[in-house]
């Protein structure tokens, strides 16, 4: 079974090291973002290894962010996130308080 679901792209990736990421484009077929209180990509995959499923670009799948401006019912309206390194965290940079 294929769906098609309409969700925000993930336009840039700036994390090398995880292995959704080749030419600094994430290719999960969907990531999550947040632990509720921070924006992190849930879905980083520290490795050595990156996946050869290039095909398609990520999505964002869900977000547990509620303190963002973004965030409607768990899920992303934002036009397009970047994700990329918030201090130490690895996190979406289109994060905007409410």
Do not use: W
């Amino acid at each position: 079974m294929k769906m098609t679901i309409d969700m925000p792209p993930v336009t840039a990736c700036s994390v090398s090291a995880c292995a959704y990421n080749v030419d600094e484009r994430c290719h999960a077929r969907a990531i999550t973002v947040g632990d509720g209180a921070h924006p992190g990509c849930d879905t980083f995959l520290g490795a050595l290894k990156h996946t050869h499923q290039t095909e398609h670009d990520a999505g964002v799948g869900a977000c547990k962010v509620t303190g963002c401006a973004h965030n409607r019912d768990f899920e992303c309206m934002a036009d397009a996130i970047s994700v990329g390194h918030a201090g130490k965290r690895v996190s979406c940079l289109a994060f905007e308080s409410r």
